[in-house]
């Protein structure tokens, strides 16, 4: 069963920085394609970063040069790296893996910035 837990959500002023976590079970982070997105109030959800088996990343363009998307395929564990937070980024932030038919979401981790 596969299992995807988000962390390292929170409250944080303009300008600041937060680093998400997403733990997996039951796949490999290595294998398939995992990204981050993200749902603000009233919006759809959208892609904010991913990262391929072959270490390609992708970033959406309101993050580019402050986000960051990486993993730690020891501890199964994918992390993004925002910086420069604005009142733009708040959302909820959900951590996703694909591969083929499978398809897979964490819980999603709040993330509030004040200006």
């Known amino acids: 069963q596969v299992q995807l837990v988000e962390s390292g959500g929170g409250l944080v002023q303009a300008g600041g920085s937060l680093r998400l976590s997403c733990a997996a079970s039951g796949m490999y982070f290595s294998i398939g394609v995992a990204g981050w997105y993200r749902q603000a109030p009233g919006k759809q959800r959208e892609l904010v970063a991913s990262i391929s088996s072959a270490d390609i990343t992708n970033y959406a363009d309101p993050v580019k040069g402050r986000f960051t998307i990486s993993r730690d395929n020891a501890k199964n564990t994918m992390y993004l790296q925002m910086n420069s937070l604005n009142s733009e980024d708040t959302a909820i932030y959900y951590c996703?893996?694909?591969?083929?038919?499978?398809?897979?979401w964490g819980q999603g981790t709040q993330v509030t910035v004040s200006s």
């Open positions: 996703n893996w694909n591969r083929g038919f499978r398809n897979y």
